[in-house]
C-alpha cells in the first residue's frame, strides 16, 4: 500500500523485539512511526534493529534503505500516540501493566484511532476494562515473530469492541501485508499458540519419557508434517491426504484411531530437570551454530517459500 493513502501515522508502544518489527513493516510501507519505549537506550537499539531487518525486507521487495526519516522516538506516552491512526502496544504480557497501559493510551490517542495489542493470549476485554473514553477501538492485534517477516497477525475483539473497529483493523493489517484471521470469541492464547501449545505439550512430553531426543522431535516436524504446514492447514492437508474420497475418507478410516492417540497424549511437568533436559537438548542439537545466522537463515527461507507461494494460485 501507499501508506499515507491508508494509514497516515502509526505509533508504536515498546520497541522490543515484537514492537521493533511493527516498526520495520511500517516503515518498509511509508507509514510515520512514532514511537515509545522507557528503557535507556531505546532509540538507537531501536534503529539498529530496524537496519539489521532490512536486509528480509528487500528480499520481501522493499528496495533500498530504510527511510528512518520516517521514524520519530519520543519520550512522551501521550505525545508519542496525539496523532496516530493505529496504535500498536507492545508491553510486558502482564495483565494489570497492559490494563493501565491500554487505559492510558484510550485517554490520550484520536478517537478515530485503532488501539491494537499484540498480546500473545491476554483478552482484549481485560485490556479494555480500564478504558474510560473509546472501549470500542480497542482489540488484540498479535502478530508472530518475526513479525517483518511472517504474515499472520490474530485479530481478536474484546465484550466492547465494535465490529467496525475490528473491520478497519483487518482491513490495515491487509494493507500493511498482513494475513490477518478473525478470532470470534476470546480464549487464553488465542488460536495459533493454542495450536503451538498442543504441539509443545507432547514434544515436551516425548522427551521426558525418553520417547525421542529434542533433535528427533525436531527432524520429525521439519523433515515431515512441518514441510506441509508451511503451504497448507492442517484441514487441508488432511483433505487431500483422503486421496478422491478427501477429508470424509481420512475422518472415516484414520478418525478412530486418531481419537485412540489423543487419549494417549500425556500432559507433562515441566521441571526444572525437564527444563534443563530441554535446554541440553537443544544445544547438543545447535552445536556450534549461533542464534544471529540460523535467525537470518531461517527469515531467507521463509521469504523464499512466501515468493513461492504467491506464485501458486492454486492454494487457498
Known amino acids: ?8 501515522s502509526a505509533a508504536v508502544i515498546g520497541t522490543g523485539v515484537i514492537g521493533a518489527g511493527w516498526v520495520v513493516t511500517l516503515l518498509a510501507h511509508r507509514v510515520p512511526v512514532t514511537a515509545y519505549d522507557p528503557a535507556a537506550g531505546a532509540a538507537e537499539r531501536l534503529a539498529a ?30 505525545a508519542a500516540v496525539r496523532d496516530a491512526d493505529l496504535v500498536q502496544e507492545n508491553g510486558p504480557e502482564d495483565e494489570a501493566l497492559k490494563r493501565d497501559l491500554v487505559a492510558t493510551l484510550d485517554a490520550a490517542a484520536p478517537a478515530g484511532a485503532i488501539i491494537a495489542s ?4 491476554l483478552p482484549a476485554t481485560a485490556l479494555q476494562a480500564g478504558c474510560a473514553h473509546h ?7 498479535h502478530p508472530f515473530h ?57 514434544a515436551y512430553s516425548l522427551v521426558e519419557r525418553g520417547i525421542a531426543t529434542v533433535a528427533d522431535v525436531d527432524a520429525a516436524i521439519t523433515n515431515g508434517p512441518g514441510l506441509r504446514w508451511s503451504v497448507l492447514g492442517p484441514f487441508v492437508n488432511q483433505h487431500l491426504s483422503g486421496g478422491a474420497g478427501g477429508l470424509a475418507h481420512t475422518l472415516a478410516h484414520l478418525g478412530p484411531p486418531m481419537v485412540r492417540w489423543w ?14 533436559a530441554l535446554v541440553e537438548g537443544v544445544r547438543a542439537e545447535l552445536g556450534d ?3 544471529p ?20 494460485d492454486a492454494l487457498p
Open 1 to 8: 500500500m501507499t501508506g499515507t493513502a491508508a494509514l497516515r
Open 49 to 78: 534493529a530496524v537496519r539489521a531487518s532490512w536486509p528480509a525486507m528487500r528480499l520481501l521487495g522493499f528496495a533500498g534503505e530504510p527511510d528512518l526519516g520516517l521514524l520519530t522516538v519520543v519520550d512522551d506516552l501521550r
Open 118 to 121: 499484540s498480546s500473545s493470549g
Open 135 to 141: 472501549p470500542q477501538r480497542v482489540l488484540v492485534g
Open 146 to 202: 518475526p513479525v517483518h517477516v511472517i504474515p499472520l497477525v490474530e485479530v481478536v475483539g474484546g465484550d466492547r469492541t465494535a465490529p467496525a473497529a475490528v473491520a478497519r483493523a483487518m482491513d490495515v493489517y491487509t494493507r500493511l501485508g498482513k494475513r490477518p484471521i478473525h478470532v470470534r470469541h476470546e480464549v487464553p492464547g488465542h488460536v495459533a499458540n493454542r495450536l503451538q501449545a498442543a504441539l509443545w505439550r507432547e
Open 263 to 276: 487419549q494417549d497424549l500425556a500432559t507433562p511437568t515441566l521441571t526444572a530437570e525437564l527444563a534443563a
Open 289 to 291: 551454530r549461533a542464534g
Open 293 to 312: 545466522e540460523l535467525a537470518e537463515a531461517r527469515d531467507r527461507l521463509i521469504v523464499g517459500l512466501l515468493a513461492a507461494k504467491a506464485h501458486e
